[in-house]
């Protein structure tokens, strides 16, 4: 168990194997309540049309505000929550809150009708049905605009059970919903695989980018996976523009959509918002 100091901070003291596993077994311990304490929640992260510049959806990135360890990222706490089976509450609550967010954004101001607002799940979601059933109950409501929703899956998620996986997505985009690939190219999935997802959007993993300018295998790798999404009649969205370089690489590759820390980073949903409302014909007003 991890012990408490003073301050009511667990003890961490480096990565090592015992503090780490004490660690997890703290948040463990305190994940099940997080959720009807308010203490989780959305920020919200633009992705850019490299077109034209403008901010045409926004990806969901739930984070945990806990009470002594502050801000944690989802990688800190999202593999727990598939083991505790938290994952149910907290996926139907991020769908939930993130498509009533952007619904909101949509008709409240009108150069951003289009915006769309894509939202990750994760491979248990699709196995468990009371969990499908109530994101399809999400999906099912035309308020929503269920058309404006994108799904983010990953190849890894499908790839443990493709079928059952396909037939869950397939329930969700019966109402409108649209899938995307997160992370492509890094999972286990093969090209087989990929043609028999119902796919629409791939999301290039960021590592691709990354090592664009540095070695020639990314680059052709990069460009292949753009020159397939386009013979597919697949959207792409490149993930990770850090620097004005990289978004340079996209722009001349005639990349569609970007996404990372160089166009706009995650941000709260009271950021977002201003940075939505300070667009025009839903530019956003600082994006090169
Ligand atoms: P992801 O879906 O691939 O999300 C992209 C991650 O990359 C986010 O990290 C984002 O903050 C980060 N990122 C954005 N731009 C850049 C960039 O330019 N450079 C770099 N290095 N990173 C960038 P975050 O928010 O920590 O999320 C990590 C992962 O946690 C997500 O990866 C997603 O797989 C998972 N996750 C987040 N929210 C949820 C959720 O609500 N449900 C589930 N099941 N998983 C979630
Ligand atoms: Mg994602
Ligand atoms: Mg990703
Ligand atoms: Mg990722």
């Known amino acids: 168990m991890a012990k408490r100091d003073g301050k009511g901070r667990y003890q961490l003291f480096d990565a090592r194997g015992d503090d780490t596993m004490s660690y997890r077994a703290a948040l463990r311990t305190d994940l099940p309540a997080a959720l009807a304490a308010g203490q989780l929640g959305l920020d ?3 992705v850019i049309d490299l077109g034209s510049g403008a901010i045409v959806g926004v990806e969901a990135l739930v984070r945990w505000d806990h009470p002594t360890q502050g801000r944690l990222s989802p990688a800190d706490f999202m593999p727990l929550a598939e083991e505790t089976g938290d994952i149910d509450e907290i996926g139907v609550w991020v769908l939930e809150t993130a498509v009533r967010q952007v619904a909101g954004w949509r008709r409240s101001m009108s150069h951003c009708k289009d915006l769309w607002v894509s939202v990750n799940v994760s491979a248990l979601q699709l196995t468990s049905a009371k969990s499908l059933a109530r994101l399809e109950g999400i999906l099912a409501d035309p308020t929503i605009c269920p058309q404006r929703v994108v799904l983010e899956v990953t190849e890894t998620a499908l790839a443990t059970n493709i079928d059952g996986g396909i037939t869950a997505i397939n329930r969700l985009k019966s109402h409108g919903a649209r899938l995307a690939i997160d992370d492509f190219g890094t999972g286990y999935s093969s090209l087989s695989t990929l043609a028999a997802l119902p796919a629409d959007i791939l999301k290039v993993d960021r590592s691709f980018l990354a090592g664009h300018s540095k070695d020639a295998a990314s680059a052709a790798m990069l460009e292949g996976i753009l020159g397939l999404a386009g013979k597919l009649q697949l959207e792409v969205i490149v993930e990770g523009v850090e620097d004005v370089e990289q978004l340079d690489v996209l722009r001349g590759l005639g990349c569609g959509m970007g996404q990372g820390y160089f166009l706009a980073g995650p941000g ?15 530019r956003a007003p600082d994006l090169r």
Request: net charge negative; proline share 11%; charged share 5%.
């Open 44 to 46: 919200y992260q633009p």
């Open 268 to 282: 709260p949903s009271t950021v977002i918002e201003a940075l939505l409302a300070a667009g025009t014909g839903n």
